[in-house]
T-cell receptor
């Protein structure tokens, strides 16, 4: 079956602009995660959804970052007033449930803020 | 919160030799420890995981060991092959918290 997909694969924007990154999890997976990976680093947790609700948003760096999952499937990560420091690969992952099941990662969206 | 340290940051071994990557974690409540392999420009892929009720787990040429007392776990790859070259990440997750906390990664190079 299809794995986790993310769009766009690359996004270049200017400082101060608004961006939306989309994640399509594996069908039937109730848990969805967003991570951010800077060059040469491990993925860093941002937010976790169980169904439609954000169960843990402790990793969001500030209030410019927001994520939604209105129907419990597709999720959108939204970044307002982008800064150069937001440049990274944004990874989405999903798992069957949230109980320490394997997390399957998407290919990521490479965000570049000029 | 949880902190995961991973060593070494780079590792180069001859084809056919073994490779060992080590991680330590800080939160004694962590109970799930996966290892991911990430090839250049690709997504992280799970290669093996271990839970806190198990001390060792093997899958063909890959094994993971866990020492809960010392709070460290290790990845062992035997009979290394060129296709094992990649960046490997360890991670930890605590009971009740589904997020993974990752180590900094180890770039493994297998020399033919």
């Amino acid at each position: 079956g299809a794995g986790v997909s993310q769009t766009p694969s690359n996004k270049v924007t200017e400082k101060g602009k608004y961006v939306e990154l989309r994640c399509d999890p594996i069908s039937g997976h109730t848990a969805l995660y967003w991570y951010r990976q800077s060059l040469g680093q491990g993925p860093e947790f941002l937010i976790y959804f169980q169904g439609t609700g954000a169960a843990d948003d402790s990793g969001l760096p500030n209030d410019r970052f927001f994520a939604v999952r209105p129907e419990g499937s597709v999720s959108t990560l939204k970044i307002q007033r982008t800064e150069r420091g937001d440049s990274a690969v944004y990874l989405c992952a999903s798992s069957l449930t949230g109980q320490n099941n394997e997390q399957f990662f998407g290919p990521g969206t490479r965000l570049t803020v000029l | 919160g949880e902190n995961v340290e991973q060593h070494p940051s780079t590792l180069s071994v001859q084809e056919g030799d073994s490779a060992v990557i080590k991680c330590t974690y800080s939160d004694s409540a962590s109970n799930y420890f996966p290892w991911y392999k990430q090839e250049l420009g690709k997504r992280p892929q799970l290669i093996i995981d271990i839970r806190s009720n198990v001390g060792e787990k093997k899958d063909q040429r890959i094994a993971v060991t866990l020492n809960k007392t010392a709070k460290h776990f290790s990845l062992h790859i035997t009979e290394t092959q060129p296709e094992d070259s990649a960046v490997y990440f360890c991670a930890a997750s605590r009971v009740g918290a589904q997020k993974l906390v990752f180590g900094q990664g180890t770039r493994l190079t297998i020399n033919p």
